[in-house]
């Protein structure tokens, strides 16, 4: 529901009928006045203001004329139901926020330092393309030197870093604590093998490479929540030579 619209049109047909309404008790207080007529604006407003108050409270809008009513009597209490209506339209959003079931957020503070320590001023400056970027290339750094690898990185990197099979001489690889016979390990070591990939492919280049990329803050602290998970893979994992690698 458009509650801008809805606060806008009601607060236009209350203005109209308020002014009616003064009409109304000046030529009640003067026995030689002209009744006014309704306004033709009136008539108007008031069919779209019923439907806007029915659909905020429904039947709330529906006010009837009784045969013996004062005019102004019934133009009040058609006031009086908008007015109930705006006070609807006016917190909708606010009362629907109330409502809400309480949700978990993200402190940006809390990703693991690899990532928001190189992000913050960044970020703090509303570039939040180069927060990411800054931050997917500092885990690139510290990846690279966990595992004493300067000649590729990134992408590649996390492919092998984490691949199930034995490291050779001179290519480390990445391992997760607990049993390496298990389904739960080898799952652990192969999908960090892809998302670490898929993070620097689908993030960290899209941040290097786009002149300028479409993305909310919300967009944003995801992605730095993603490069954060993966930190704390990295950062979990041992790093493994050839000559330490356990015979299969």
Known sequence: MDHAFAVRKLQEFLSLVGGYLLELDIASADVGAEWPEWPEQLVVQEAIARQIVNAYSPGLGDVEREETEHEASYWYRVRTAAA??????????????????????????????????????????????????????????????????????????????????????????????????TQTWRARQQGAKYFGAGVFLAIRNVAAHEEAVSWSRQDALEHLAALSVLARWIEECTAETASSSPQQ
């Open 84 to 181: 109930q209506a705006l006070g609807m339209a006016s917190s909708a959003e606010e009362i629907a926020a109330f409502l809400r079931p309480v949700s978990p957020s993200i402190a940006a503070d809390s990703l693991h330092p690899w990532v928001w320590e190189p992000a913050a001023p960044l970020w703090a400056a509303e570039a939040r393309q180069d927060a990411v970027l800054a931050a997917a290339r500092t885990l690139n750094r510290r990846l690279q030197q966990k595992l004493d690898r300067h000649d590729i990185g990134e992408t590649d990197l996390c492919m092998q870093a984490f691949d199930p099979q034995d490291a050779q001489s001179g290519k480390l690889r990445l391992r997760f604590p607990g049993d390496r016979a």
